[in-house]
């Protein structure tokens, strides 16, 4: 493309009304053409921005997740092809891949299925037609042990239909994919399914009991319990407020 000034004003609009990173080093990242016209056409990359009718003090501040942006790009993502399953898009060093975590804050969607359902897609199709193998499976049912996740077989079967097939096609069956994951099947099949208001009952017990309720601390003292809450609340922190429990931080 040919650069000339109302194309580079047009561009720049774009991108602000899409809500992406407008920072000099997030536009090189994607469109250094861009960003050298700009600044050449401008005298600097500021001056375009400028030009465009945007605050430039703005574009440096971080830029705020909002819905239409995270929609936007899985859209963008279901448009390319792109895989969209959890474990698919947390491993990504991208825009999606942040959009992903940001998803789980409680003012957004609070879970990631929620955000592929508001783009118009169904999360069980995403996660049961991905390309599921060994590493794959072994990852996710490791990342449900650390969220606290149910992992026994009914639970998986009604949670994620894919995952729970490819684990017994894979493996032959599902304790033996537990088994492959270092998880004890034994006591996968005794793990609760959390829900929020055991959660925040939890936490007033622990906090009873063991005092200061630290990220950190909880992290390893009550693995379950903390994975459960930044699962069903975004992050501890939240999900400590929502039980009414104060944390003083030690000086």
Request: charged fraction near 30%.
């Amino acid at each position: 493309m040919i650069w000339t000034k109302e194309k580079i004003l047009q561009e720049l609009r774009r991108l602000h009304k899409a809500g992406l990173n407008l920072s000099y080093n997030g536009v090189a990242k994607r469109k250094q053409s861009l960003v050298s016209a700009a600044a050449y056409h401008f005298g600097s990359y500021r001056e375009a921005v400028e030009h465009a009718g945007i605050g430039y003090a703005d574009v440096l501040r971080r830029p705020r997740w909002t819905k239409p942006r995270i929609i936007g790009l899985i859209k963008q993502a279901k448009r390319k092809g792109d895989e969209l399953h959890w474990s698919a898009v947390t491993q990504r060093r991208d825009e999606l891949g942040n959009a992903a975590f940001a998803a789980l804050q409680p003012r957004l969607f609070g879970r990631w299925d929620k955000a592929l359902s508001a783009a118009g897609l169904d999360a069980d199709d995403v996660s049961r037609y991905r390309r599921w193998d060994k590493q794959s499976i072994i990852f996710e049912l490791r990342a449900r042990a650390s969220d606290g996740e149910a992992l026994n077989s009914g639970a998986i079967q009604a949670d994620d239909p894919g995952l729970h097939a490819a684990a017994v096609r894979r493996f032959g069956s599902h304790d033996a994919a537990l088994k492959a994951a270092k998880l004890d099947p034994a006591g996968a099949r005794l793990r609760r399914r959390w829900t929020e208001a055991q959660v925040l009952t939890a936490i007033k017990d622990a906090a009873k009991n063991s005092g200061g309720l630290s990220d950190s601390g909880m992290r390893r003292q009550f693995p379950a319990l903390y994975g459960a809450a930044t699962r069903l609340f975004g992050t501890f922190t939240a999900a400590r407020t929502a039980a009414g429990v104060k944390f003083t931080r030690k000086k």
